[in-house]
């Protein structure tokens, strides 16, 4: 049996805080933390691909690390570390400093360069990342739009273990839900496999998961919880409804790029931060007023996050 408890919850996919310029800063993790625990969050995800991963160097995300590991035990948050990277020493560093921190789990995606080749060289990767943290549960994190590589994960899970003694589970970041339901058969009560798509929590749950990770659980938690609520309720029409609104709401963001805009809306819900890096880009002030409108509309008031009150939400007509 995996001896960590399982996230069958919403975790929350952290921002990596950046000031206007584009540099790290780590000062702003502490808002990160209290708007967060205020909102009803109990874990959160770093440094994944919500947090820019591959534009974040090895010693900035040991810096976020230092951040989390001071800031979350005094707002009662667990921290989960991704700390894959396309170097794997540099991902053996980051594996340790989470152990040293203490942290609740590390997880990590496929490199995505030199990609491995096959579920025996993907293992292999894992093994090597995870020996690094050996006290720490290890998830792996599957994403193959962003990583390129697509295996089988019910092999992973049937083949992995003997390499990977502190396996946990999978981040599952894969739409493909005859996969994860295969994954969830070979998972048994044994591994956790954490849903990663905010669009389609609902079938996700009525495939088998019990917790999700997600970016839109920043801002949004309220209107999560009430879905799988609803869900678990047997209220399919009002988890539909709002599995509609989910969908509406990142559909919303995106239109103006999804990553730099939601950090927009998290800087006008009072945490600052900052802009995304390059490649991405960012809203103008106006497309910002603009979304938040849109939002309204869909009630965000009702479902979002509540502002830190030491800064109220700022509209177009503020």
Request: proline letters at 8%; a negative charge; glycine letters at 8%.
């Amino acid at each position: 049996m995996n001896p960590h408890p399982p996230f069958h919850q919403l975790v929350a996919a952290t921002h990596t805080p950046f000031h206007a310029d584009g540099s790290l800063a780590p000062e702003i993790v502490p808002l990160q933390a209290r708007f967060l625990a205020e909102n009803g969050t109990r874990t959160v995800f770093i440094t994944g691909s919500t947090g820019e991963s591959h534009s974040v160097t090895c010693s900035e995300k040991l810096s976020i690390y230092d951040a989390w590991a001071a800031a979350a035990p005094q707002h009662g948050l667990a921290v989960v570390a991704h700390v894959g990277s396309n170097c794997l020493e540099d991902s053996k560093i980051l594996a340790r400093r989470a152990e040293e921190h203490g942290f609740a789990a590390i997880s990590a995606l496929a490199p995505s360069y030199y990609k491995p080749a096959g579920l025996t060289s993907l293992i292999d990767c894992c093994a090597a990342i995870a020996a690094e943290a050996p006290g720490t549960p290890f998830y792996y994190y599957d994403i193959p739009a962003l990583t390129g590589v697509t295996l089988p994960m019910e092999s992973f899970l049937r083949e992995a273990p003997p390499r990977i003694p502190n396996l946990a589970g999978i981040k599952f970041t894969n739409p493909d839900l005859v996969s994860y339901r295969r994954s969830l058969d070979a998972a048994g009560s044994r591994f956790d496999l954490p849903w990663g798509v905010d669009e389609t929590l609902l079938a996700a749950l009525a495939t088998g998961a019990r917790g999700g990770v997600g970016s839109t659980y920043n801002w949004a938690p309220r209107l999560y919880q009430n879905l799988i609520a609803a869900f678990h309720a047997g209220d399919l029409d009002e988890a539909r409804r709002l599995q509609s609104l989910s969908i509406a709401m990142i559909d919303a963001i995106a239109a103006t790029g999804f990553l730099g805009t939601a950090k927009a809306l998290m800087t006008r819900l009072g945490v600052p931060v900052g802009p995304a890096r390059l490649p991405l880009g960012n809203p103008s002030p106006a497309q910002v007023d603009a979304l938040l409108e849109r939002l309204d509309a869909l009630g965000f008031p009702s479902w979002g996050a509540t502002p830190l009150r030491t800064a109220p939400l700022q509209t177009a007509n503020a």
